[in-house]
């Protein structure tokens, strides 16, 4: 059973954390209400129980990945990723699924690629043949995509959006347009489980 709105337990409802550490899982737990899921803060290891997917959000990838090593956080993110639950990483989320992290999106990622603070940018993107607004700030891009990973889009011929398997991870902050559609992937991908 799933926690609902006002705590209520239902079924069919997806139930989707977001990694609460740092950075801006507050406004992907917001953009999740709008769709009228609930959503868990992720802050230990138990709070991942009975989790369907899972949000790793933007901020700062250093602090974050800290806090994951302080409550012991990364073979739990790595051991749910495996399950084959639906995860979506953005900006810093990227960041920490990729190779040199949590290692399970075969991706190089560069930091700050865009630039810093001063160069954030909003831009429509296509993805999956859809357009939607995306939000850069201090963002990466991927600079090597390993086997198995698809790239569904590219600023400046540098991929921002990647997908490999149950994970997509993204260089932008959806959470911060209204643009629902990257939240209502994961909701899709539970749906269909």
Do not use: Y
């Amino acid at each position: 059973m799933r926690e609902g709105a006002g705590g209520a337990r239902t079924e069919a409802m997806p139930f989707i954390g977001v990694l609460a550490l740092q950075g801006g899982f507050e406004a992907h737990a917001k953009a999740l209400a709008r769709l009228q899921i609930p959503a868990r803060e992720v802050r230990t290891t138990e709070d991942l129980d009975g989790l369907d997917a899972l949000i790793i959000p933007g901020g700062e990838s250093t602090t974050i990945g800290l806090g994951v090593e302080r409550e012991g956080l990364a073979e739990p993110l790595i051991d749910f990723v495996r399950s084959g639950k639906p995860v979506l990483g953005t900006c810093a989320g990227m960041i920490m699924l990729d190779r040199e992290h949590l290692g399970v999106l075969d991706i190089g990622v560069r930091r700050n690629a865009f630039g810093r603070q001063l160069a954030s940018f909003e831009t429509k993107l296509i993805l999956d043949g859809a357009a939607i607004d995306a939000v850069f700030i201090r963002a990466p891009w991927v600079e090597d995509v390993g086997d198995g990973v698809e790239v569904l889009a590219e600023v400046d011929g540098h991929p921002v959006a990647v997908r490999q398997g149950n994970v997509l991870a993204v260089a932008f902050h959806p959470e911060l347009s209204s643009d629902l559609s990257l939240h209502q992937w994961l909701v899709d991908r539970v749906q269909a489980a």
